[in-house]
């Protein structure tokens, strides 16, 4: 089960950081990804992490804002997303799943979704 935490409401330019647990098992050998759905709009691809080495991946709006990492010893992958805007006013989704390099932005890749935590950010 994964549980996704710290949404909130920030005011433009500030920061969250965002947390996603795996309740009785482990991210080993998955890749854990970021999705996140507007009001009104699709979900997209915000950003992914490889649990093995590490190697991530960013939506072209949040490259240079939000860092994605994981804590191995925490079984735990946190978003730190930084200088926050209107337009990333959302609800995030974490998910897990195993694809292929070129197809990690695909939510139809994933196959674990955490509940959604709602980021609003005020102008």
């Known amino acids: 089960q994964l549980q996704a935490s710290g949404g909130g409401l920030v005011q433009a330019g500030g920061s969250l950081r965002l947390s996603c647990a795996a309740s009785?098992?482990?991210?080993?050998?998955?890749?854990v990804a970021w999705f996140r759905q507007p009001p009104g709009k699709e979900r997209e691809f915000v950003s992914a992490?490889?649990?093995?080495?590490?190697?991530?991946s960013y939506g072209d709006s949040v490259k240079g804002r939000f860092t994605i990492s994981r804590d191995i010893a925490k079984n735990t992958v946190f978003l730190q997303m930084n200088n926050l805007k209107p337009e990333d006013t959302a609800d995030y989704y974490c998910?897990?799943?195993?694809?292929?390099?070129?197809?990690?932005?695909?939510?139809?890749?994933?196959?674990?979704w955490g509940q959604g935590t709602l980021v609003t950010v005020s102008s």
């Open positions: 998910a897990v799943g195993r694809p292929i390099t070129s197809a990690v932005r695909y939510d139809q890749m994933y196959y674990y």
């Open positions: 009785g098992s482990t991210f080993s050998g998955y890749t």
């Open positions: 992490i490889r649990w093995s080495g590490g190697s991530t």
